[in-house]
């Protein structure tokens, strides 16, 4: 027993918990009412049996004492008795002298106290009274003539639930109840549902739709409060990105300028350099420009073929880099259509594609089918792998792992947090791991 309690959990939800400990508790209730009931309906069993089987026997007294002698123990004998009651004549008194009387209770509820207080005529010469069996009691009655009259009396066993229905009755109330608590308890719980999908959708898209703000106070109140917070998050994206693009932008004029200078320079080799660190200022702004702006969040979703995007990246990518070309591999359905903005995926996936020929000198992709509702796309490489504490470390913005900061073999920093932000702005993700025989193996995931 204490071991399946000790396996026993809760539901994870609120609303699987908040329906768990109303059911509970209308178990507890119900338990607790219908003891109550079976204890009141007892004592009332109790009380009528008593009554009828002592108007039984004072009827059994008075037919054995009017009866004529040769005659009584026949008309006895017909006499229609209840269960539990018994009658006999016999020379001797079952009760012998000095047995045990009846409890008090049961004096009280058959009312043996009144035995005498008929009529003089029909009163016994004798009682006799003695325990019996729990709940019942012997009488012995002496007759005029001698003989004795034994009554045996014997409580039947309480019925509590002696009514048909009641079984039918009582699963009837429990369904209904229980159906009506996990109506009331959805109905108390999508709000938070809604706001929790609100906020998911805010977290993929800052540009969401505000969250209805109706209902009770208390609801209208978090709607209000989360809307509030979605406006000036998208206010401080919105500065954000317009800071980045003045700077971009007041950047762009010095770099112009510096570019002119340098080409009247006499020195050629200085002149080369010049120009082609203002070349690199130049794509690293543009690119730290189009990561902060994430244009491609405004784009709409629409059904996409994810297996020919990713044959159409991997071509891409071989005529881009043809001395990799047959490192670069595609494996997976023919088809494989899931819902999606089309340019913003292709430019993840060829991130991750790009990033494994940059580092790894290949990049094999490996579609898999839907599995649980998500889309798996996984891209190896053969380099020398990432340290297990900067598999995550990787996707921080202008965070690299190669230490001569030239782009040409180091990049900007920023495409795996581009992939990753993309990615997770569709619902998915995107996690690296080391392949046990040497390379990288980055896993983006999508929903079906």
């Known amino acids: 027993m204490a071991e399946a309690l000790s396996r026993f959990r809760l539901p994870a939800s609120l609303g699987g918990r908040t329906a768990f400990w109303l059911i509970l508790a209308l178990m507890l209730v119900q338990a607790a009412g219908l003891t109550i009931h079976a204890l009141d309906r007892v004592d009332l069993q109790r009380f009528i049996h008593a009554r009828e089987i002592a108007g039984r026997a004072f009827g059994a007294w008075r037919t054995a004492i009017l009866a004529p002698a040769d005659r009584r123990e026949q008309m006895l004998a017909d006499l229609d008795l209840p269960d539990g009651l018994s009658v006999e004549l016999d020379r001797q008194p079952a009760v012998r002298v000095g047995a045990q009387p009846p ?14 207080s008929g009529p003089p005529r029909l009163r016994p010469r004798e009682v006799r009274l003695g325990a019996h069996a729990p709940g019942g009691f012997l009488a012995s009655l002496r007759l005029p003539d001698g003989d004795w009259l034994n009554i045996r009396v014997e409580m039947p066993p309480p019925r509590p639930w002696h009514s048909a229905t009641f079984l039918v009755a009582f699963v009837v109330m429990t369904v209904a109840a229980v159906l009506l608590i996990l109506w009331a308890v959805a109905r108390l719980m999508r709000p938070v549902r809604l706001l929790a999908e609100a906020a998911d959708r805010l977290g993929r898209d800052v540009n969401a739709p505000p969250l209805p703000e109706g209902g009770p106070s208390e609801v209208a109140t978090a709607a209000r409060a989360f809307n509030v917070m979605a406006g000036r998050i998208r ?32 020195d050629d080799e200085q002149r080369r350099k010049m120009l082609s660190d203002l070349d690199e200022m130049e794509q690293m702004i543009a690119a730290t420009l189009a990561f902060a702006r994430d244009d491609a969040a405004a784009e709409p979703a629409t059904p996409v073929d994810l297996a020919a995007l990713c044959r159409t990246v991997a071509d891409e990518a071989a005529d881009a880099r043809p001395e990799l070309a047959e490192a670069i591999a595609f494996e997976g359905p023919e088809r494989l259509t899931i819902r999606a903005r089309p340019i913003a995926l292709k430019r993840a996936i060829a991130n991750l594609v790009s990033n494994a020929l940059a580092y790894g000198g290949a990049a094999r992709l490996r579609l898999v089918p839907p599995e649980g509702g998500v889309v798996r796309l996984a891209v190896e490489d053969d380099g020398p792998g990432i340290p297990e504490a900067e598999l995550e470390a990787v996707f921080t913005p202008f965070r690299r792992l190669e230490a001569s900061r030239n782009r040409e073999t180091g990049g900007t920093g920023l495409g795996l947090t581009i992939a990753r932000n993309i990615l997770r702005a569709h619902g998915g993700d995107v996690v690296l791991t080391n392949r046990p025989q040497g390379g990288l193996r980055a896993v983006a995931s999508l929903p079906a």
């Open 103 to 116: 409890p008090a209770d049961v004096m009280r509820l058959f009312r043996l106290d009144l035995v005498n």
């Open 235 to 266: 206010r401080f994206v919105a500065d954000r990105t317009q800071m980045l693009a003045a700077i971009g932008h007041d950047l762009r004029t010095p770099i112009t300028r510096l570019r002119l200078r340098a080409e009247f320079m006499d």
